[in-house]
């Protein structure tokens, strides 16, 4: 089985950056795969927000809250994905998730969480000072 890992998150000062990764295990390369990182406000967001997602051939789509600031970027040898954010805003605070799905999903704004069905358990950015 496919697992996913996310790690990176933490407490930032506004205006800082933070570099989350996602790594994966259980197949030797993500050649094929589509990974994306998205984010989630417990008991306020219903959805969870798509910020960018990377096809394995490196095209990227990123939705309106990172266009700018973050970055994706992934090895498929090692089977990780990295999101570099900057400048980053109290309202960036949630859980953020890793997700990666086989193929490639419609590539159009508005990053669909539905269209991933292998996901990470979550890890916490706080932005505050």
């Known amino acids: 089985q496919v697992q996913l890992v996310e790690s990176g998150g933490g407490l930032v000062q506004p205006g800082g950056s933070l570099r989350l990764s996602c790594s994966a295990s259980?197949?030797?390369?993500?050649?094929?795969?589509?990974t994306g990182w998205f984010r989630q406000v417990p008991g306020k967001d219903r959805e969870r927000e798509g910020l960018?997602?990377?096809?394995?051939?490196?095209?990227?789509v990123y939705g309106d809250s990172a266009k700018g600031r973050f970055t994706i970027s992934r090895d498929n040898a090692k089977g990780a994905t990295d999101l570099q954010m900057n400048s980053l805003k109290p309202e960036d605070t949630a859980v953020y998730y890793c997700?990666?799905?086989?193929?490639?999903?419609?590539?159009?704004?508005?990053?669909?969480?539905?269209?991933?069905?292998?996901w990470g358990q979550g890890t916490q950015v706080t932005v505050s000072s």
């Open positions: 997700a990666a799905v086989f193929g490639v999903p419609p590539l159009r704004p508005g990053i669909n969480q539905y269209e991933f069905d292998i």
């Open positions: 259980g197949f030797t390369t993500l050649d094929g795969y589509t």
């Open positions: 960018s997602i990377i096809t394995s051939d490196g095209t990227t």
